[in-house]
Each structure stands twice: as C-alpha cells, then as structure tokens.
C-alpha cells in the first residue's frame, strides 16, 4: 500500500515508514533505497541525507520495532500477575500479536540479518525486549526443582524460538496459515510440552 508521501517536514520518518511496506512485501534484500525514496515521494537522493544506506535504514526499522517490542512484552508481562504462568503465556501470545501487526518490524528486527548489537541504542532496545522474557523465564522457572532448571536466558530462548518457527509458518504471510490449529493454540501447547519436560506440569495437566 503506498504511502501518502513526504509532507509534514519529518523526512527520516518518512523513510521509514515507506520501507515497512517494502520489507514485509519485497524482504529486506528485495528493495533499493530509490523505491524507497519515491514511496516517500521525494528525490532518489533524499534519504541519504539521514541514512548512509539500505543497512542504515534497516537498522533504524529494527531500532524503532525493538523499541515497540519491549514496550508491547512489559505490558503483556504486567509484573507477572495474575500468575507466573499466565503472564509467561501473554506475553508469549504478545510475540505472535506482534509480528502480526507489525511485519515490516519484525522482518527488520529478526530476518534482516542486522545484528542487535549494530548500534548501541539498538543494542539497548533489543536487550529491553530481551530482559522481559527472561525476567518471565525465571519467574516461572523459580518452582522447577533446581537441578533441573535451565538458566532461565536459556529457557526464554528456546522459547523464543519456538515463538518464531510458528510465526514463519503459521502467523504471517505465505506460507504461513497452513494449519488447522491457531498459531496461539500451537504456541500454548508448545510451552506445556516443554514444561512437562521440565516437570513443572504434571503429565495430565
């Protein structure tokens, strides 16, 4: 969908909300700073004014998504109330929310093969978001019997990457959808499997 141009004096922003179409339609080696530019509805030369290039202008998409990110996980997290476990599945089911609504992010934040670490201010983003999860983690892996407790950066990791395997192939675009069980209901169960592995979960629980 295009965007409605270059008008209000904010030129950088501009940028960047042209390449969120972009990336979530083209991915982030589909499309060149030109497209970007005339999206925006200014000069080809334009956004080197505020980018030294595509990297830069990914980098600020992943910044600005790491940012909505963390804020989007605290707020589903809400101090781990009502309970460790049920602030664990929100802000789990918050993931797969935001990927949702903010593809064009997403792609920058996690496909886009810009480190975290680029920039400190998107170091600080990403270490934000990251924080949430494990705080979640350890909160709910508090009641695990110690010797077989992970660490908890380890147990929001393999979460985290179970949240992302059923985003690429259930909760975005092509070829996503092609489940008959809700990305969400996949993601709750993923979780009971892996703490019953853990022995949080009795076997019938």
Same mark, same amino acid.
């Given at each position: 969908?295009? =965007?409605?141009?270059?008008?209000?004096?904010?030129?950088?922003?501009?940028?960047? /909300?042209?390449?969120?179409?972009?990336?979530?339609?083209?991915?982030?080696?589909?499309?060149?700073?030109? @497209?970007?530019? =005339?999206?925006?509805?200014?000069?080809?030369? %334009?956004?080197?004014?505020?980018?030294?290039?595509?990297?830069?202008?990914?980098?600020?998409?992943?910044?600005?998504?790491?940012?909505?990110?963390?804020?989007?996980? /605290?707020?589903?997290?809400?101090?781990? =109330?009502? *309970?460790?476990?049920?602030?664990? @599945?929100?802000?789990?089911?918050?993931?797969?929310?935001?990927?949702? =609504?903010?593809?064009?992010?997403?792609?920058?934040?996690?496909? *886009?093969?810009?480190?975290?670490?680029?920039?400190?201010?998107?170091?600080?983003?990403?270490?934000?978001?990251?924080?949430?999860?494990?705080?979640?983690?350890?909160?709910?892996?508090?009641?695990?019997?110690?010797?077989?407790?992970?660490?908890?950066?380890?147990?929001?990791?393999?979460?985290?990457?179970? *949240?992302?395997?059923?985003? @690429?192939?259930? %909760?975005?675009?092509?070829?996503?959808?092609?489940?008959?069980?809700?990305?969400?209901?996949?993601? @709750?169960?993923?979780?009971?499997?892996?703490?019953?592995?853990?022995?949080?979960?009795?076997?019938? *629980?």
């Amino acid at each position: 969908m295009a =965007k409605q141009g270059y008008h209000h004096g904010n030129l950088r922003q501009a940028l960047v /909300e042209a390449t969120l179409d972009l990336i979530a339609d083209k991915g982030p080696q589909g499309f060149t700073m030109a @497209e970007a530019a =005339k999206l925006a509805g200014v000069s080809a030369a %334009a956004p080197y004014r505020h980018f030294g290039g595509r990297e830069d202008l990914i980098a600020e998409l992943a910044l600005q998504g790491f940012e909505l990110f963390a804020d989007l996980l /605290e707020y589903a997290y809400n101090g781990g =109330k009502p *309970s460790p476990l049920a602030a664990f @599945e929100t802000v789990g089911r918050a993931y797969l929310a935001f990927a949702r =609504k903010h593809p064009g992010h997403y792609v920058a934040m996690f496909e *886009s093969g810009v480190s975290p670490g680029a920039t400190p201010d998107l170091a600080q983003a990403s270490a934000r978001a990251n924080r949430v999860l494990t705080r979640a983690a350890e909160a709910l892996s508090a009641r695990i019997p110690p010797e077989r407790r992970p660490p908890p950066a380890m147990f929001a990791a393999h979460v985290s990457a179970l *949240s992302h395997g059923i985003v @690429e192939l259930y %909760a975005r675009g092509a070829p996503g959808a092609r489940t008959p069980f809700p990305p969400e209901q996949l993601l @709750e169960t993923g979780i009971g499997i892996y703490l019953r592995g853990l022995g949080f979960l009795d076997a019938d *629980s």
